[in-house]
C-alpha cells in the first residue's frame, strides 16, 4: 500500500522514547542517543513538512523527567539550545516550518528558554509545519492549569459556571490553536501516554512501534501514516469518517 497524500493527517504527536537504549546498545553513555535522537528530529520534520503534515507536536521532556540523572537532565535541557544554534540556518530559512514550545517556562534554564522564544519569534509568520517542543510538559500539568484559568473567569465574573464546556476547556489548553490530534506515535516499545495530550488523544488513532527513535526514520515514519491511512475512524458513530 501506498502512501495517499490526499490523506496526510492535520496533527501527529510523537513520544520520542528510546534514546539511552538506542545508546546502551552501542556501548555509549545515555546523551550520545539523545543527541543522535535531534539529528533524527530534523530530518522527522523536514519530511513532515515535505509531504503536508500541518502539525507534529514531539514529547522531548516531561515534567517528570527532572527526576532523572543530574548529567542527563543538564543534557537534554541544554540541547534543544545546542540544536537551535546549530541549525539555525537551515531550519529558520530554508524549510518554512514555525517552531513553537508548550509546557512549563518558569524552570528552563534561561539559555535554553532565549533560544526557544527566538526560533518562536523568527519563524512565527512561516506557513509550513508547526513542529511544538512539549518540553518541562505534562498533560495532569496543562489541565490543571486551565481549570484555574476558568476558576479565575468565573470568580471574575467574566463567564458563568453554566459556560463551562468542552469548547471551553480545549481553549484553556496549551494547544488551543491547533487542530484535533489524527494520530499519536510512540517509539521503543511502550505502551504507555506517559501523561502526554490526555485531553487531545481522545479520538486520535495510536501506532506504538519497537524501534528506538533515533532510528525512528522518515521510512519508518511513512509506515506509521501508511498503517494510519488503513484505520476506520468513526469517531463513535458508524460510518467511516476521514477529518482533513
Known amino acids: 500500500m501506498d502512501l495517499d497524500l490526499n490523506r496526510i493527517p492535520n496533527h501527529v504527536a510523537i513520544i520520542l522514547d528510546g534514546n539511552g537504549r538506542w545508546a ?5 553513555p545515555r546523551i550520545y542517543g539523545h543527541r543522535h535522537g535531534a539529528f533524527n528530529l530534523r530530518d522527522l520534520a523536514k519530511y513532515a513538512n515535505s509531504i503536508g503534515v500541518k502539525y507534529m507536536t514531539v514529547y522531548c521532556f516531561s515534567t517528570e523527567n527532572w527526576k532523572r540523572p543530574d548529567d542527563e537532565v543538564n543534557f ?3 540541547t534543544p539550545a545546542w540544536y537551535i544554534k546549530r541549525f539555525w540556518k537551515t531550519m529558520v530559512e530554508n524549510t518554512n516550518i514555525r517552531y513553537k514550545m508548550i ?3 518558569d524552570r528552563l534554564p534561561k539559555k535554553l528558554l532565549n533560544a ?3 526560533m518562536e519569534n523568527a519563524t512565527k509568520d512561516h506557513t509550513g509545519l508547526t513542529l511544538t517542543l512539549a518540553i518541562d510538559y505534562g498533560s495532569r500539568n496543562e489541565i ?5 484559568n476558568i476558576c479565575n473567569d468565573v470568580l471574575e465574573n467574566k463567564i458563568s459556571v453554566n459556560d463551562i464546556n468542552e469548547d471551553l476547556i480545549t481553549n484553556n489548553l496549551f494547544t488551543k490553536d491547533y ?3 489524527d494520530l499519536m506515535i510512540r517509539t521503543s516499545g511502550e ?3 506517559s501523561n502526554f495530550l490526555l485531553w487531545q488523544l481522545a479520538y486520535s488513532e495510536f501506532y506504538f512501534t519497537n524501534t528506538y527513535f533515533p532510528d525512528f526514520t522518515p521510512e519508518k515514519f ?3 501514516l501508511i498503517d494510519f491511512q488503513s484505520r476506520n475512524r468513526r469517531f463513535g458513530g458508524l460510518k467511516w469518517l476521514y477529518i482533513s
Do not use: S
Open 24 to 28: 546502551k546498545e552501542r556501548g555509549k
Open 76 to 78: 537534554l535541557m541544554n
Open 103 to 105: 509546557g512549563r517556562r
Open 116 to 118: 526557544i522564544e527566538e
Open 144 to 148: 490543571t492549569t486551565a481549570v484555574k
Open 179 to 181: 487542530p484535533p490530534l
Open 191 to 193: 505502551y504507555r501516554i
Open 222 to 224: 511513512k509506515e506509521a
